[in-house]
């Protein structure tokens, strides 16, 4: 149940996620080890960085993430840069270090031109190239804490801002491009961001501040609802375009290991089908169990899926990153997905882990088997989990081994 709901769905039927208050109670033992945050005046470099909360929506909050740093503070919020470079404790330094500035939209959502001159700030810090520097004065005295979810970064303190001022900044070419673009539509402005190559973390940021679309269509949009929406767009555009290529010739088998996650990425010579199964460990992030291993898993075949994902955004997340791999070769496949989760991922750091874990595996030069029991050997060697195990609750696994294909023939 844990697994399915992840903090934000409450189908223990508790108030408060009784794991994440677990999580906040170990952090805040350790503030001390973090930056100090007894004041109402903040005068640092954004990375840059915003954020929009989903409580009480339509009316919102909405403000910059500001480290009490200068210079270039960009690694603190480019996950695209941590894989095998920070760990947990280095990614919580750097998420605990931005504090989060709150102003809450009065009429809803949509973008006009009567916004409040901090919201208006928020949507321009955006367009920033490098690290803009960032003064915010606030309501009240930040408290020591940090901020936990599933789908986005962590972050640090936060309070209502009284006033924000941006330094002189130089804008993002292909960002300012889209965000003045209003005869466009968001999807589109997202595709050709990403296709001129701006990162899926800075193009998420642009969408949350309602940077793209439409003119009469713009709205902001919640951080954890963007950042899947964005991994959606994205991965959908590639998968259409896979399907003219010719599958691959054989099995090819890709690993990794980061934060004490185990991947590995099966491809198949069939066309398109995908499927993500995660398995986590007792009393590891979203398993508070003892004494059983939590298993769930989701998939597709050509047309894709009409329902949301019950595993969340962890889907569309890897999703993009099998569906680039196979653009990048030309080639169409299908794809499994294995995910191990052990004890020392113990706490939730967003679905940008499963992008780049996913990502920086299919980077390997992958181990290319012949038969689909050379593959099933492999996984017996290489996971944990029994074959069983995966098997119970795995469609493509099952389907792979009932059914043959045509030109197995001949």
Known sequence: ?????????????????????????????????????????????????????????????????????????????????????????????????????????????EITDRLDREIESTRYLTLSKKSPETEVKFSKKLSESIWLDNRSQPHGPSAEIKSLRLGSMKTHRDLEKMFYDDDLKSRDAVINLYERGVRVSRIQDLFTVGGTGLKNNRKFVPTRWSITAVDDMIGKNLREGIKSYRPIDSFEVYTAEYLDNRWVIIFTPTIWKYEMIEAFYPETTWNPASDHIAIYGDHEYLDGRTEYASIGGCYYAGRLAVAEKLEEKGRQAGAIVF????????????????????????????????????????????????????????????????????????
């Open 339 to 410: 995910r191990e989760a052990h004890p020392g991922y113990i706490l939730p750091v967003g679905v940008w882990n499963v992008r780049e874990s996913v990502r920086n595996a299919l980077k390997t030069t992958p181990r290319k088997c012949d038969t689909q029991s050379e593959v099933l050997s492999y996984l017996s060697n290489n996971l944990d989990l029994s074959l069983d195990e995966w098997r119970s609750v795995s469609e493509l696994l099952l389907e792979r081994e009932s059914q043959r294909r045509i030109d197995e023939f001949f």
């Open 1 to 109: 149940m844990c697994l399915r709901c992840r903090g934000a769905k409450k189908l223990c039927g508790k108030s408060r996620c009784p794991i994440l208050v677990k999580y906040y109670s170990k952090i805040k033992g350790e503030k001390e080890k973090g930056p100090n945050f007894d004041t109402d005046f903040l005068n640092g470099n954004s990375p840059p960085s915003v954020f929009v909360g989903r409580y009480q929506y339509p009316k919102v909050n909405v403000g910059p993430l500001v480290p009490p740093e200068k210079g270039d503070t960009s690694i603190l919020s480019t996950p695209e840069k941590w894989f095998g470079q920070a760990e947990m404790g280095d990614i919580i330094k750097y998420r605990g270090k931005l504090a989060r500035g709150k102003k809450r939209l009065k009429t809803g959502v």
